[in-house]
T-cell receptor
Framework: ETGVTQSPTHLIKTRGQQVTLRCSSQ?????VSWYQQALGQGPQFIFQ???????GRGNFPPRFSGLQFPNYSSELNVNALELDDSALYLC???????????FGSGTRLTVV | QKEVEQDPGPLSVPEGAIVSLNCTYS??????FMWYRQYSRKGPELLMY????GNKEDGRFTAQVDKSSKYISLFIRDSQPSDSATYLC?????????FGAGTTVTVRA
């Protein structure tokens, strides 16, 4: 059974650019969530996808968008990058009946 | 006011000590309560979860939930240097997890 895998592990982008982060969910999990974790803080919920539809969103602007694919993998897209977008981006998957979420190791994004 | 408040730490304890970690919350919609462990530069790893008031044990770990007081705790007995990490409490409502800011624990050999 594979866990949650994320790519890339590190990324450096320039302010104003766009970025796409990728996530493969754990086998058997049909729901994917994305979280942003700033240094020294707990993860903050961005949004969640279930059956390729967004079914929950946190307090993030529309320039944060996502997709879920038929194989339950997912992408997070961020447009018009700002310096404050520098953070660890975490993907988590679950089968909602289990209640527990499995996290990937994250993508560390640095915006300069 | 944040939905989830976690004792900030950091904590430094000698090997073999009991580690006590605490969180309070304000949202009555939270149904499930979890503790995650996060090592540096890694994603959070689920340690324990529960949905009812009371205690739940798993080896050296005990999770405690008091819904009437909106308070949860994690106790680590016989702490080991390998327990050195950041511990995050998390609570789930219908569709998302809300996390505390984390407590960094160092267990000294």
């Amino acid at each position: 059974e594979t866990g949650v895998t994320q790519s890339p592990t590190h990324l450096i982008k320039t302010r104003g650019q766009q970025v796409t982060l990728r996530c493969s969910s754990q086998s058997g999990h049909n729901t994917v969530s994305w979280y942003q974790q700033a240094l020294g803080q707990g993860p903050q919920f961005i949004f969640q996808y279930y059956r390729e539809e967004e079914n929950g969103r946190g307090n993030f602007p529309p320039r944060f968008s996502g997709l879920q694919f038929p194989n339950y993998s997912s992408e997070l897209n961020v447009n018009a990058l700002e310096l404050d977008d520098s953070a660890l981006y975490l993907c988590a998957s679950t089968n909602l009946a289990d209640h527990g979420y499995t996290f990937g190791s994250g993508t560390r994004l640095t915006v300069v | 006011q944040k939905e989830v408040e976690q004792d900030p730490g950091p904590l430094s304890v000698p090997e073999g000590a009991i580690v006590s970690l605490n969180c309070t919350y304000s949202n009555s919609a939270f149904q499930y309560f979890m503790w995650y462990r996060q090592y540096s530069r890694k994603g959070p790893e689920l340690l324990m979860y529960t949905y009812s008031s009371g205690n739940k044990e798993d080896g050296r770990f005990t999770a405690q939930v008091d819904k009437s007081s909106k308070y949860i705790s994690l106790f680590i007995r016989d702490s080991q240097p390998s327990d050195s990490a950041t511990y995050l409490c998390a609570m789930r409502d219908d569709y998302k997890l809300s996390f505390g800011a984390g407590t960094t624990v160092t267990v000294r050999a």
